[in-house]
């Protein structure tokens, strides 16, 4: 069976990344590839996974620990695991975050009997081992990112052949950066594989999820904007025609966020807030 590199960045996780770990360890897939990047934590989370490797040496579920001296984000940890990575599947995993442990034999399967590059699968989200949303990545997923659906980090696995070396992670998007990675996953394959069922859980809890170990003072517009239309002058001559449609339909999805976001300071600013709800409730009717 084909080597699956599992990719996940780690800050500051001493209390929960060895249940991450060992939850990983429960998929009925081998051989795992496990690339962790740590970015410079300052508690025990290096240590805590030391001592995991040194308890789990086995050639069908093999850990690698990458160290970065200065905190550079958790998109530069993914680019450095995926250069580290030599998976014919990549799978991101975010490390507070877990699978359900036929996710990626499944997945796999799915793959290898399609010749596809891409497979996605549905969502949960978990808080205190209940699910309090599902997410079903169903229907057109082209237009649904385009609108601004999130397919989420963990739920797809793809093709190393796909994104190696052609794609990365941008490391100037500190906040959703799943959001654009997987937007032009999705428009650089032309198509993927819908498998229903929920194989993927967000982990809602009390401390620090991700993204709020990277600062961000205010709303990336213009930095996410660029970066889908950078990618679409690049590849314009490689991706279907759909696709084109579909990107600069995204890229029109983050102007109007953009021209809401603004609108909404201004008539709280002038008018309130209470007003403001008022307006937006009248328009949702």
Same mark, same amino acid.
């Given at each position: 069976?084909?080597?699956?590199?599992?990719?996940?960045?780690?800050?500051?996780?001493?209390?929960?990344i060895i249940?991450?770990?060992?939850?990983?360890?429960?998929?009925?897939?081998?051989?795992?590839e496990?690339?962790?990047?740590?970015?410079?934590?300052?508690?025990?989370?290096?240590?805590?996974?030391?001592?995991?490797?040194?308890?789990?040496s086995d050639?069908?579920?093999?850990?690698?620990?990458?160290?970065?001296?200065?905190?550079?984000?958790?998109?530069?940890?993914?680019?450095?695991?995926?250069t580290?990575?030599?998976?014919?599947?990549?799978?991101?995993?975010?490390?507070d975050?877990?699978?359900?442990?036929? =996710?990626?034999? *499944?997945?796999?399967?799915? %793959?290898?009997? &399609?010749?596809?590059? +891409?497979v996605?699968? !549905?969502?949960?989200? /978990?808080?205190d081992?209940?699910v309090?949303?599902?997410?079903?990545?169903?229907?057109?997923?082209f237009?649904?990112?385009?609108?601004?659906?999130?397919?989420?980090?963990s739920?797809?696995?793809? =093709?190393?052949? *796909?994104?190696?070396?052609r %794609?990365?992670? &941008?490391?100037?998007i +500190?906040?959703?950066? !799943?959001?654009d990675? /997987?937007?032009?996953?999705?428009?650089l394959?032309?198509?993927?594989?819908?498998?229903?069922?929920?194989?993927?859980?967000?982990?809602?809890?009390?401390?620090?999820?991700?993204?709020?170990?990277?600062?961000?003072?205010?709303?990336?517009f213009?930095?996410?904007?660029?970066?889908?239309?950078?990618?679409l002058?690049?590849?314009?001559?490689?991706?279907?025609?759909?696709?084109?449609?579909?990107?600069?339909?995204?890229?029109?999805?983050?102007?109007?966020?953009?021209?809401?976001?603004?609108?909404?300071k201004?008539i709280?600013?002038?008018?309130?807030?209470?007003?403001?709800?008022?307006?937006?409730?009248?328009?949702?009717?």
């Amino acid at each position: 069976m084909p080597i699956v590199s599992v990719i996940i960045p780690v800050l500051n996780r001493d209390k929960i990344i060895i249940d991450t770990l060992e939850k990983l360890k429960k998929q009925n897939y081998r051989p795992l590839e496990i690339i962790i990047v740590d970015d410079a934590s300052n508690d025990n989370t290096v240590k805590e996974i030391n001592s995991f490797i040194e308890r789990n040496s086995d050639k069908g579920f093999a850990v690698s620990l990458y160290l970065n001296k200065i905190n550079k984000g958790a998109c530069f940890c993914r680019n450095y695991g995926l250069t580290k990575s030599s998976g014919k599947y990549i799978q991101f995993l975010d490390s507070d975050d877990f699978l359900n442990e036929n =996710k990626i034999e *499944l997945q796999v399967k799915f %793959l290898e009997s &399609n010749n596809s590059s +891409l497979v996605i699968s !549905d969502y949960e989200y /978990l808080k205190d081992n209940k699910v309090v949303k599902k997410c079903k990545n169903d229907g057109n997923l082209f237009k649904r990112i385009s609108f601004g659906w999130s397919i989420y980090t963990s739920s797809p696995l793809i =093709k190393s052949s *796909l994104i190696k070396n052609r %794609l990365k992670w &941008n490391e100037k998007i +500190l906040f959703l950066q !799943d959001k654009d990675f /997987l937007f032009k996953v999705l428009m650089l394959s032309g198509s993927y594989t819908y498998i229903p069922g929920y194989t993927s859980y967000y982990i809602q809890h009390d401390n620090y999820q991700i993204s709020d170990l990277y600062n961000i003072k205010k709303p990336q517009f213009f930095t996410m904007i660029f970066s889908r239309l950078s990618f679409l002058i690049f590849y314009f001559f490689q991706i279907k025609y759909k696709c084109i449609f579909y990107t600069l339909l995204g890229i029109c999805e983050i102007f109007f966020q953009f021209i809401f976001y603004y609108l909404k300071k201004v008539i709280i600013f002038f008018f309130g807030e209470k007003i403001f709800y008022i307006i937006k409730k009248c328009l949702n009717r």
